[in-house]
């Protein structure tokens, strides 16, 4: 997919699979509990194995792209078709290790997951964010997105739509 960065700080993304598992149970396991708590709304899964695997699983209603520094994780990006809703929008979320963030891991996910979910028939874009996440609250305003958030009490709910990657 994409690429960035010079010498031995070149971070590499890409999609995730089957083998990529174990890295993201890793990824999500050093989470430490704020982290936690802003990526799932609440304490971290008990089982990250099935979380993990399931992250993994490619197919045509869902898909995650991972952040690689060498041989390791730093950052995973994931949507899910919402078939419920429309069989054009995507729920995505993010999350990128805390000793990684503002280096533009967040922004090359969300570059990515744009073009997958594109690509697997998605128009529109969703996603729950903590009214309290810094970190994402930064990536959105750099992609020009803080017009399309909507305050519910302590959560924003943000609603993009998607265009042709040119």
């Given at each position: 997919m994409a690429a960035t960065g010079s010498g031995i700080d070149t971070t590499t993304v890409r999609c995730l699979g089957a083998d990529d598992a174990?890295?993201?149970?890793?990824?999500?396991?050093r989470l430490d509990q704020h982290d936690s708590y802003m990526r799932w709304f609440g304490p971290q899964p008990k089982q990250l194995?099935?979380?993990?695997?399931?992250?993994?699983?490619?197919?045509?209603?869902?898909?995650?792209?991972?952040?690689?520094?060498?041989?390791?994780?730093?950052?995973?990006?994931?949507?899910?078709?919402?078939?419920?809703?429309?069989?054009?929008?995507?729920?995505?979320?993010?999350v990128v290790a805390q000793d990684e963030r503002l280096h533009g891991i967040g922004t090359s996910l969300l570059d990515g997951l744009e073009d997958e979910a594109y690509r697997h028939g998605a128009r529109?874009?969703?996603?729950?964010?903590?009214?309290?996440?810094?970190?994402?609250?930064?990536?959105?305003?750099?992609?020009?997105?803080?017009?399309?958030?909507?305050?519910?009490?302590?959560?924003?709910?943000?609603?993009?739509?998607?265009?042709?990657?040119?």
């Open positions: 174990g890295a993201v149970q890793r990824l999500h396991a194995t099935a979380f993990s695997d399931q992250l993994c699983e490619c197919n045509k209603r869902r898909c995650a792209i991972g952040a690689f520094i060498g041989d390791e994780l730093v950052g995973v990006g994931n949507f899910v078709m919402l078939d419920g809703v429309s069989p054009t929008t995507v729920e995505f979320a993010l529109r874009m969703v996603a729950e964010v903590m009214g309290e996440n810094a970190p994402m609250l930064q990536v959105i305003r750099e992609r020009g997105w803080a017009h399309s958030l909507r305050r519910d009490g302590s959560t924003l709910h943000l609603e993009v739509k998607l265009h042709v990657a040119e």
